[in-house]
């Protein structure tokens, strides 16, 4: 091992400092300059396309729907009183399961708020209903707020088991009837 340390010292030794000269000039300076310029460009466009793509998509704004005046079937209440009443009637009468009777209380409820409001609302699950932030404000944010409590509390007997959960269990099809009549009563245009 001390062979090999003596033979590199001997070499370093050898090697003379004294007429080092560089051959010529180093002419890559544009090159360099170029490559630079075009990483900074880079790096700009991509904070731009990171800075544009983390934005939230814009929702399409729908069109507003006419009011459609006095004799159209959201005008009044007693069409939807009778829509309820018949769907307790058919499960009373053993045409629909109980899962059905929710479902079709809960799809009364988002025709007649799709109806009162300017928008649709017959596709909306209460997670998207719990997303939604009104920006309307006054009635239409109060009957928007009314509908999302009613399909919340449809949600248990609608879709959990009875056997493991107690609002599932203990809510009747007259009860879920009564929370989408108490909807249409309190909606206000």
Known sequence: M???????VRIVA???????????????????????VASLALACLFVILAVVLSKPRRSRPQAKRAHRGVHHQTSGTRIWHRRIDEVVD???????????????LASLARAYASGMADDTMETRTLSDL???????????????MLLRQTIAALYPPEFADERY???????SVEQGAEWVSALVERWRR
């Open 165 to 171: 959960n107690d609002a599932a269990r203990s809510t």
């Open 90 to 104: 058919r499960f009373h009468a053993g045409d629909i399961s109980r899962d059905q009777a929710f479902a079709q």
């Open 14 to 36: 050898a090697i003379k400092l004294d007429d080092l000269k560089p051959e010529q000039a180093y002419t890559g300076a544009g090159a360099i300059a170029t490559v630079l």
């Open 2 to 8: 001390s062979t090999a340390i003596t033979d590199i």
């Open 130 to 144: 719990n997303r939604t932030i009104p920006t309307s404000t006054g009635n239409e944010k109060a009957g928007f």
